[in-house]
C-alpha cells in the first residue's frame, strides 16, 4: 500500500520551544538513531547526498558503502536474517532506487523486515521526467508492506519511526521511505512521534482460545500426524516453543526450506526437508499424513506439487500470523491467526492439559516412517571419476565449520545441496532466496550477516 506520509502517521504533537531544528537530512540519522539502528548498507547519489553528511558525522550509525544498490538490499537482508533486527538500506533515486526493486521483493517473498530509505527528485520537479526521476512508491507498491513518500522535513522522523514499526510487527517485511530533496534540505523542529498509531495496522497475535483447543484435540487423535514448519519459525523466534510442542506431542517435523535450522536436525523427530529437493521420509509423511500442522508455512508449489492431490487423506491445522495466507493454498480445517510464539505456548498448554483423556496410537505411522528413513537415507552417488562430488565439499564444509556458523546461499542446485547436505541446529544459521530465487543473493547477505554477527 501507498500514501502520503501525512495521511498515515497521527499528526505530531504541536510545536515547542525544546524541539530541537535541524534540517530533513539530519531529522533521518537522528531517527535511526533513535531506533537503535547501528549499521546501515547504501550507496551515495545525488538526491541522498544531504543525507550522507550527517551521516558521515554520526558516531552510533556505521555506513557500509556497497558497488551495487541490489547489493545493499541483499546485504540488509542478510543482516536482518542472521540477527532479526530491521536490516537498513539506503540509495539515491531513479536507478539507484529501482536497483533495489530485486532485494525488496525478495524481502517481501520471505518475510524479511527491511527499511529502506531512497532519495527522491525536488517535489516542484516530480512528474516532469527530472533527470533521475521514478515513481519509486508506485513501483513498489505491490513488493512492500507499505511506501511513504515524505515531501516535508517535519514529517520525517514519523515517517521512519512508522517505517520501522511496520516492517518488524506483524508479518516482517520491507517498508519503503521514498524522501524529496527538499525535505532532506528544509529545516523544521525535529519532533519524535510518542507512540506510533496507524489506522487499520492492527496486528493480530494472540490467537482465539477456541481455535486452540480445536488444535490441541486434533492433534491427540490424530494417527498420522506431522508439523509442518515454515520460516514463519524463525522469523517469530519460536523455535524453542516449537522443540517444546513437537516433544510434547511426539510428532514428526518436516523443516521447509526457509525453515532449516529452525528444529535441531540431530533431533530423532527431525525427517529432514519436504517438496521436490526433499527427503524421502519428509515427503511421505506429508503425503500420507491424516493430520498437517502448519507452523508458518505457506504450501508452496515446491512442497505440495499440485495442489489438488497433495495430501489427500489429511486436515490442516494452519497458524499463520498473516491470516490472507491461511487457506490460500490449502483449506484449513482450524485456522489460527497469530504470533507463532504465542500460539505454540497456548498449544503446548493445551495439548498437555487434555493429555488425561488419551490420545491416538502412532507407533505404526512411526515405524513406517523410521522404515523409509532406514530404506531412503539422504545421500548422494559417488564420482566415477576420481573427482570430489559438490556434494562431499558442501558436507564436509559443515563439518569443519560446525553448527555455530551462518551459511549463504544462492540460487540453484548448490543452494540444495547446502540445504541437505549441511546439518542446521539452531535457527538464523541458513540464509538464502527461498521465495523470489534471486541469483546473486548470496555474498552480499553474507557480508550483512558478518556485520551483524561478527
Known sequence: MSSDIATAVPRPPARSASAPVMTGAEAVVRSLDLLGVSDVFGLPGGAIMPVYDPLMDDEAVRHILVRHEQGAGHAAEGYASASGKV?????????????????????????VPLLCITGQVFSSLMGTDAFQEADIVGITMPITKHSFLVKRAEDIPGAIAAAYEIASTGRPGPVLVDITKDAQQAEAPFIWPPQID??????VTKAHGKQIQAAAQLIAEAEKPVLYVGGGIIRSRASEQLLALAEATGAPVVTTLMARGAFPDSHEQNLGMPGMHGTVPAVLALQESDLIVALGARFDDRVTGKASHFAPHAKVIHVDIDPAEISKIRAADVPIVGDLREVLVDLDAAFRANADAGRADTSQWWAYLKGLRSEFPLGYAPTTDGLLAPQKVIQRIGELTGPEAVYAAGVGQHQMWAAQFI????PNAWLNSGGAGTMGYAVPAAMGAKVAEP
Do not use: F
Request: charged share 15%; hydrophobic share 35%.
Open 198 to 203: 496507524l489506522p487499520g495496522y492492527r496486528p
Open 87 to 111: 536490516g537498513v538500506a539506503i540509495a539515491t533515486s531513479g536507478p539507484g532506487a529501482t536497483n533495489l526493486v530485486t532485494a525488496i521483493a525478495d524481502a517481501y517473498m520471505d518475510s
Open 423 to 426: 546439518k542446521y541446529e539452531r
